[in-house]
């Protein structure tokens, strides 16, 4: 993909004074998307960042792959992505085992009132 600075494209069209609808060829829809499936960012700002509307890069994105969504057919992302979850539940669990080992203490005053 030709790019000069991270989310700019090279030869991207510029904008035409007047309500004329902006003309964008395929080569830079097709990177359009391919910055937006590589780079895993949300697809408003990658439209945002490359001055195009959400709905049109998601149009393209429908034109290129059809209803398959690219990264999560990619074996290698759903991997990341079931990795990641794995490490949030986890944190998950071992937050609820010490909240369990805390409330299931016996209370400090309780022992020490039983004294004689």
Partial sequence: MNKTKMGELKNAPTAAP???????????KRQAVELWIQTGKPGTQIAR????????????????????????????QQIR?????????REQRDILKKTLGIFTEPSKSATNGSKP
Avoid: H, I, N
Wanted: glycine fraction near 6%; include cysteine.
């Fill in 81 to 89: 992505a079931l990795q990641a979850e794995l490490a949030r539940v």
């Fill in 18 to 28: 007047g309500p004329r609808a902006k003309r964008y060829d395929d080569a830079f």
């Fill in 49 to 76: 960042e490359l001055g195009v509307s959400y709905p049109c890069l998601k149009d393209w994105k429908r034109r290129y792959y059809g209803d398959a969504t690219p990264e999560r057919d990619d074996p290698a």
